[in-house]
């Protein structure tokens, strides 16, 4: 199954929206709970980076039997430091978007939490691309 969803940087009204289907779907294809819970908390993480950064951006959800893949790329300002960027606490977010409760630099380090595989490309002015993989609870083979 494969689904993409268009997020729109700086629309905090509809933010969410995207990993809330995402997490419909998992529900609707009956994962265990422990999986939905943490893809849902990687995609959403993932969606307010566009949200709070980006201009614009796609998620892309590919779940076969062995795995979900989700890619976010996104038209922005890109991460300069991605090392940097995974620390907890270290954030880019200009103090409006603080204001609202967003930015607080844990973005990054939560979906390296609730993912299997994380890789992050990112080009300074043009924009990311932040590939997750969780590996299915029912599937005994490896991350390719």
Same mark, same amino acid.
């Given at each position: 199954? !494969?689904?993409?969803?268009?997020? !729109?940087?700086?629309? $905090?009204?509809? *933010?969410?929206?995207?990993? %809330?289907?995402?997490? #419909? =779907?998992?529900?609707?294809?009956?994962?265990?709970?422990?999986? =939905?819970?943490?893809? &849902? @908390? *990687? %995609?959403?993480?993932?969606?307010?980076?566009?949200?709070?950064?980006? !201009?614009?951006?796609?998620?892309? $959800?590919?779940?076969?039997?062995?795995?979900?893949?989700?890619?976010?790329?996104?038209?922005?300002? +890109? =991460?300069?430091? @991605?090392?940097? &960027?995974?620390?907890? +606490?270290?954030?880019? *977010? %200009?103090? !409006? @978007?603080?204001?609202?409760? $967003?930015? *607080? +630099?844990? #973005?990054?380090?939560?979906?390296?939490?609730?993912?299997?595989?994380?890789? =992050?490309?990112?080009? &300074? #002015?043009? #924009?990311?691309?932040?590939?997750? @993989?969780?590996?299915?609870?029912?599937?005994?083979?490896?991350?390719?």
């Amino acid at each position: 199954m !494969e689904r993409d969803y268009e997020i !729109e940087g700086r629309d $905090f009204r509809n *933010a969410g929206k995207v990993s %809330s289907k995402v997490k #419909g =779907i998992l529900k609707e294809l009956g994962f265990d709970p422990n999986f =939905i819970r943490r893809v &849902a @908390i *990687a %995609s959403y993480e993932a969606e307010m980076n566009v949200v709070c950064h980006a !201009e614009k951006g796609t998620l892309y $959800f590919t779940i076969s039997p062995e795995k979900l893949k989700i890619v976010v790329e996104d038209k922005g300002p +890109g =991460i300069e430091d @991605i090392e940097l &960027a995974m620390q907890e +606490g270290y954030s880019t *977010a %200009s103090p !409006e @978007i603080r204001e609202m409760g $967003f930015g *607080a +630099g844990m #973005g990054l380090s939560n979906i390296k939490k609730n993912v299997d595989a994380l890789n =992050i490309v990112s080009t &300074a #002015g043009e #924009g990311t691309i932040v590939e997750m @993989i969780t590996k299915s609870p029912t599937s005994d083979k490896g991350l390719e």
